[in-house]
């Protein structure tokens, strides 16, 4: 029976591809927190890419819109073009709150958000990421300004988030991003054989492949120790290119591209014996979490984020030669067993969905008073 003082709100959610995720930690949030919202009587909008694969009008009770997206043709302008329509959209609706998904495209647009009414997550330091570089990096600083001027309210993945959001003067809440704890998963042999791994005989590498999450010194490390490594990403692009024909020689690192099929995604997390994370410039990375949810043994790059979400666990390396040691490393079961354990537990306890999403209700009730 619903609390007699509830009171349901028409949410829209802009920023994303869509759902369901096919692409990456903002849809994965959308996918996840939009659905409970809906259980718990409020009406759920998420805006999705016109080409997106799955073509659904309704997805666990949220309604999905389409917006037209010319990004294939046009690139990254593109994008811009997606969020200007979009929001446009947004504008002629009775929405009671509009929650914005990042502000690197969005927020040449923030003039038009009803500002009363947006939330906006601030996702990482954009412009600190080493593919946004000059002219467009002085862009993504002047758009996160525009982005904290047009909302009502920001939101931080991190504190270490927060901490530098601080600087605006402006009404800050940190909400994390949320996994699923995964239980160990002993029936996996055929799936090893498959990619021929043995369990925990290898690392586990998966990520975008770009220079701020540290790619070259994760497979420079690989190669230095002897290791193998088994890497899961988008090796096509121009970058991707360059790094996989510097390494393919290397027997012992394995390129099984893009994988998006979650019981294979975490049959090879659980049976690695390293997960390594090299992702810098972002607050709370989905993937660490995901990670940390299948009580990954995490060896992530020594920067404040990272650390944040550790919160003591796993290890850190700033350099591929702090990596090549670490690889070489061999703990015992029962330190393995220890380290799963309290990976289970902290996420458990501060990265839960069903946690998350009452967290955005609460904050959107807040800015409606």
């Known amino acids: 029976m619903k609390n007699p003082t509830f009171n349901p709100m028409k949410i829209a959610v ?51 819109i389409p917006i ?26 009775n929405y009671d709150i509009i929650l914005q998904l990042g502000y690197t495209t969005s927020g040449v647009w923030s003039f ?32 996160e300004r525009r982005a904290v001027k047009g909302s009502k309210l920001l939101v931080a993945d991190n504190p270490e988030i927060a ?12 909400i994390a991003y949320g996994t699923e704890v995964v239980p160990f998963e002993f029936k996996a042999a055929e799936l090893l054989e498959q990619f021929d791994l043995t369990s925990k005989q290898y690392h586990l590498h998966i990520g975008r492949v770009q220079p701020d999450n540290h790619v070259h010194e994760i497979l420079s490390a690989a190669k230095d120790s002897g290791e193998t490594l088994v890497t899961i990403g988008d090796y ?22 893009s994988i998006y099929n979650k019981t294979i995604l975490n049959a090879l997390r659980q049976h690695s014996l390293f997960y390594i994370h090299g992702h810098s410039a972002g607050g709370t990375n989905p993937a660490l979490l995901e990670a940390l949810g299948c009580g990954c043994f995490v060896l992530a790059h020594g920067n404040r984020f990272n650390g944040s979400v550790l919160g003591g666990l ?8 702090q990596l090549s040691e670490l690889l070489q490393q061999r703990p015992s079961k029962e330190i393995l067993a220890q380290q799963q354990e309290l990976a289970w537990e902290r996420m458990k306890n501060h990265f839960q969905w069903k946690d998350i999403a009452a967290e955005y209700i609460d904050a959107f009730h807040e800015i409606g008073k």
């Open 14 to 64: 802009l920023g994303s591809r869509g759902i369901p995720n096919r692409y990456g930690g903002f849809e994965e949030m959308a996918a996840q927190v939009c659905p409970l919202w809906v259980k718990e009587g409020h009406q759920v909008t998420v805006y999705a890419i016109s080409d997106h694969p799955d073509k659904q009008e309704i997805v666990e009770g949220v309604r999905v």
């Open 163 to 174: 901490a530098y959001l601080r600087k605006f003067k402006k009404p800050i809440q940190t």
């Open 314 to 321: 796993g290890g850190l390396w700033l350099q591929s030669d």
């Open 112 to 143: 038009l958000w009803p500002k009363h009414k947006t939330i906006t997550n601030m996702d990482g330091l954009e412009h600190k990421r080493a593919k946004y570089r000059g002219l467009l990096s002085i862009f993504l600083k002047w758009s």
């Open 68 to 93: 037209f997206n010319p990004e294939k043709t046009m690139g990254l302008a593109g994008q811009f073009i997606y969020d200007f329509l979009g929001i446009l959209h947004a504008r002629k609706q």
């Open 236 to 257: 096509s692009t121009r970058y991707g290119r360059t790094l996989k024909g510097a390494f393919d020689h290397c027997r012992n690192i394995h390129f099984l591209g």
